[in-house]
């Protein structure tokens, strides 16, 4: 029982302990300061399409709760457009093509309503 007693009183020393330094523990200084968020540091190239390796390298960096938000969505925004103009150019090249592989109507040479004598 007694040492039933001494883990509970140790427990309360340790959560007072962590409560006054997380609060500031009364010594004017206030709260734990507010870290400063990270920043993209290499940031998807704005004077160019995307290629894969640009893909690659891009690392998005810890916040609190896992991502910035405004990170992921802003280059998420940026892929998207990206393969939407791809895709529409893809789908203009190919019906350009079709069309070229359109044969023509064959046109007769000879005058309607002639057969050919023998």
């Known amino acids: 029982m007694v040492m039933f007693l001494f883990l509970v009183i140790a427990l309360a020393v340790v959560v007072a302990a ?69 895709d529409a150019r893809i789908a203009q090249l190919e019906s350009d093509l079709a069309g070229a592989r359109r044969p023509e109507p064959h046109v007769s040479m000879e005058k309607p309503g002639r057969e050919e004598q023998r």
Not at 57 to 79: E, S, T
């Open 18 to 86: 962590v409560t006054l330094a997380v609060v500031g523990g009364g010594e004017g200084t206030g709260p734990l300061p507010e870290a400063t968020p990270q920043r993209l540091h290499d940031p998807l190239p704005p004077d160019r399409p995307l290629h894969r390796s640009d893909i690659d390298r891009l690392r998005f960096p810890l916040a609190a709760r896992g991502y910035r938000m405004a990170d992921v969505d802003d280059a998420l925004n940026r892929l998207g457009a990206e393969l939407a103009e791809r």
